[in-house]
Nanobody, 115 residues
């Protein structure tokens, strides 16, 4: 299992970024995928989930209405579209998949929201 995030960077408050997580080594389409983030000095927190069936989604209250998670099963990739970014969204963002009770994480990608 391999997960590789991309698309992070520096953005001004109110701006947008789209993160990608390219997956390999497993049958991507049958697993739910999650995004997490970890800000400096804070614990890692769940951000969003997209389920394998029907593409249903769920979001943390802190990002609801601003972030959108989506997936492209043909490309084995999950995305996180982040709009109306705030300084408090600054963090390292990780994608995760859980298989048979084992958690697999990407290496993380830095997102910095600052003027």
């Amino acid at each position: 299992v391999q997960l590789v995030e991309s698309g992070g960077g520096l953005v001004q408050p109110g701006g947008s970024l789209r993160l990608s997580c390219a997956a390999s080594g497993f049958t991507f389409s049958i697993y739910g995928m999650k995004w997490y983030r970890q800000a400096p000095g804070k614990e890692r927190e769940w951000v969003a989930t997209i389920f394998s069936t029907a593409g249903n989604t769920a979001y943390a209250d802190s990002v609801k209405g601003r972030f959108t998670i989506s997936r492209d099963n043909a490309k084995s990739t999950v995305y996180l579209q982040m709009n109306s970014l705030k300084p408090e969204d600054t963090a390292i963002y990780y994608c995760k998949v859980t298989q048979r009770g084992l958690e697999y994480w990407g290496q993380g990608i830095q997102v910095t929201v600052s003027s």
